[in-house]
């Protein structure tokens, strides 16, 4: 049934293609507005790539996380999916796998490529592939306990950034600190580890906080 | 409340009938008292429970990228039934959608979405059946094709919970009524 909820999700996105997309460009263009801005200073430009592509990922994945599940709230479907024979963290944790494949396996994919513009070593723009692939886990998951909580408020866009932001800052750290480490030349395998972790953890604990605040949310 | 019963829910706007729907799935917690469904309380049974429902709320629970024939089988593999293409297009025929069973149900009218949501009622097998206004934009037609879709399955002992300001009159005189008032 897992793989159902997951199925339904992806073909939902690829019939309304654009909200991907728009997710992606936005990535792209934050990305790239840095070194036009900054102009070609390549050391100044090597020192902040880490921090610039991360933050991008992070508001990146605000744009489509307020749509987790109010689409569903909105034509019932979620009601539908609450009364379904299966626990509900297996619900959420389908919706939020399919949120991660949707909007933030684009962004890693693409990450490399945008990371050329700040002059970043081929092993450098490795890392930070892996340093996202570890990391944007961790923003799906952590964001669906914040798109479950403002289900249904007026003005849930803004608050659900407030929320679940400060939460991604370790996320952040880490993820930042692994690119860092390899643009000075030292090893990134410490923070992988701990990002690693970081998802481990959020994975354990997310589905079940999201599951809880989606049945609040639906009284 | 016995196999074979239906029970009608009356009352004016706000006087709770859709809460009292919510609080019997599930979907809401009572502020007293509780839910019991062969002598055990729906709350501690949980899926159990829910595996025996099935609810259609004032909202169709349609996907409006999806044709109704996605709608049917997509909802019903959630919930773990499994339904042929065959199956869903020919029930959906019996709704009085046949030939736009493949349309995206954002190009049908409100009625027809209606009907592609009460479409579950025929492939589901569970036991109770609660249905808040789903009378709501359906034409004559559609509505004696509820009363007979009621019947049925009244009278393989199941259990229909209605709200509704219409009435839904059934032949043999079993409707049981229950007027809530604020």
């Known amino acids: ?219 | 409340m016995s196999p074979g019963t239906y029970v009608q829910l009356t009352g004016p706007n706000g006087s709770g009938k859709t809460s009292l729907l919510r609080i019997l799935c599930g979907l809401l917690a009572p502020a007293e008292g509780q839910i019991t469904w062969q002598g055990a309380n729906i709350r501690s049974l949980g899926e159990e429970y829910v595996a025996q429902l099935t609810y259609l709320g004032h909202r169709h629970g349609i996907k409006e990228e999806f044709s109704p024939v996605e709608n049917l089988r997509i909802s019903n593999a959630v919930n773990g039934v499994s339904v042929s293409k065959e199956r869903a297009e020919e029930v959906l025929g019996q709704m009085g959608l046949a030939g736009r069973e493949s349309l995206p149900a954002r190009l049908l009218s409100e009625g027809q979405r209606r009907r592609a949501g009460l479409a579950r009622l025929l492939v589901c097998n569970t036991r109770l059946w609660l249905l808040d206004e789903v009378l709501t934009s359906l034409d004559k037609g559609a509505v004696s094709l509820v009363r007979s879709l009621i019947e049925n399955h009244l009278d393989g002992g199941g259990i229909a919970i209605v709200a509704t300001h219409q009435e839904l009159e059934l032949s043999a005189g079993r409707t049981k009524r229950l007027e809530l008032t604020t």
């Open chain 1, 1 to 219: 049934m897992l793989r159902w909820i997951v199925w339904r999700d992806l073909m939902l996105a690829w019939r309304r293609r654009a909200d991907m997309l728009s997710t992606v460009f936005f990535f792209v263009i934050v990305v790239s507005l840095f070194p036009l801005g900054i102009g070609p200073e390549t050391q100044l430009l090597r020192t902040i790539a880490p921090g610039v592509v991360w933050v991008a990922a992070l508001l990146a994945s605000m744009l489509s996380l307020g749509r987790l599940f109010a689409n569903d709230y909105h034509d019932g479907t979620l009601e539908q999916l609450l009364l379904t024979p299966q626990p509900l963290f297996l619900v959420v944790l389908g919706k939020t796998l399919a949120h991660w494949i949707v909007a933030e396996v684009p962004l890693v994919l693409i990450a490399p490529l945008v990371g050329v513009q700040f002059n970043l070593s081929t092993e450098t723009l490795w890392i930070l592939f892996a340093s996202l692939l570890l990391g944007t886990p961790v923003l799906s998951l952590i964001g669906s306990v914040g798109a479950a909580l403002t289900l249904g408020l007026r003005g849930g866009g803004v608050l659900i950034s407030l929320l679940v932001l400060p939460l991604y800052i370790p996320a952040l750290i880490f993820g930042a600190g692994a690119v860092e480490a390899s643009v000075m030349g030292t090893s990134p395998a410490a923070h992988l580890y701990l990002l690693g972790a970081f998802a481990i953890v959020s994975m354990l604990f997310s589905p079940w906080a999201a599951a809880a605040a989606l049945r609040i949310s639906l009284e």
